[in-house]
C-alpha cells in the first residue's frame, strides 16, 4: 500500500500512461484502458521505455526509496538501441530491473480484440496469423546487469507464479522517511478552524448585546 506505482506503454516509442501515484486504484483504471493502439510507431525499444522509466523515477522520488522497474516484454528488439547502456544507468542509479519475458520461443499468437461473440482475434497479416516469438537474451542481460532477476510468463499460471515469487523479493526498508497516504492531515487544521470560527461568533455576539 505503500509504493508509488507508474506505468510506462512502449513500442517503437514510448510514453507515460500513469504517473507514479500511491493511488492504486487510479493506476488499475490507466492499466485497463491501454492497448496497442496507443502507439503510432510500432516495433520495440526497451532501451528508451527503460529511459523513461529511469526518468519518471528521478523525478518523482526525490529522498533515498527503494526504486524498481518490472519490463513486461517479448524482448524482441526491432529497433537499434542502447540497451546496455540503459540498463548500466539504472544500475548506477541503484534501480533494479526486474524482466519478464511474456510468450514462448517457439512463437505466440499475438490477441488483438475480440469479436462480438466475446472470442479474441489475433493479429494477421496477408491472411497468415502474426506469431509473436520470445527472445530472452536482452531481457536477461538486462536483469543481470542491473542485478534484477529474469521471469519466464507463457500462460496466466506463470503470471500467478510470478506474483509469488515478486511479493517474496526482499524490500529495502524505508528509514529515511515515513509513508502514511491515509493520514489525514486536513483535520487538524479543519479544527483550528472551527475553534476560531466559535471564538469569532462569540465575539460578534457580545458586540451584538
Do not use: C
Amino acid at each position: 500500500p505503500q509504493d508509488r506505482i507508474g506505468l510506462i506503454e512502449f513500442a517503437g516509442e514510448s510514453f507515460v500512461a500513469s504517473p507514479l501515484t500511491l493511488d492504486h486504484n487510479v493506476f488499475q483504471t490507466f492499466l485497463e484502458n491501454i492497448s496497442s493502439n496507443d502507439l503510432g510507431k510500432q516495433g520495440t525499444n526497451l532501451a528508451e521505455a527503460i529511459a523513461i522509466s529511469i526518468g519518471r523515477l528521478d523525478i518523482q522520488t526525490t529522498t533515498k526509496r527503494g526504486k524498481t522497474i518490472l519490463l513486461f516484454s517479448d524482448g524482441d528488439e526491432t529497433i537499434n538501441s542502447e540497451i546496455n547502456k540503459m540498463a548500466k544507468l539504472a544500475q548506477n542509479k541503484g534501480i533494479k530491473i526486474y524482466t519478464i519475458g511474456i510468450g514462448s520461443t517457439e512463437g505466440s499468437p499475438i490477441p488483438n480484440g475480440q469479436d462480438v461473440f466475446g472470442q479474441i482475434i489475433y493479429k494477421k497479416y496477408k491472411g497468415k496469423t502474426v506469431l509473436a516469438k520470445l527472445n530472452p537474451k536482452p531481457l536477461k542481460k538486462i536483469a543481470q546487469i542491473t542485478n534484477g532477476k529474469y521471469f519466464h510468463a507463457e500462460n496466466i499460471n506463470d503470471l500467478k507464479n510470478l506474483e509469488k515469487k515478486l511479493n517474496n523479493l526482499p524490500q529495502k526498508i524505508l528509514t529515511e522517511e515515513t509513508i502514511s497516504p491515509q493520514n489525514e492531515q486536513y483535520l487538524i487544521f479543519t479544527w483550528i478552524g472551527l475553534i476560531l470560527f466559535v471564538i469569532g461568533f462569540l465575539d460578534l455576539k457580545q458586540f451584538i448585546n
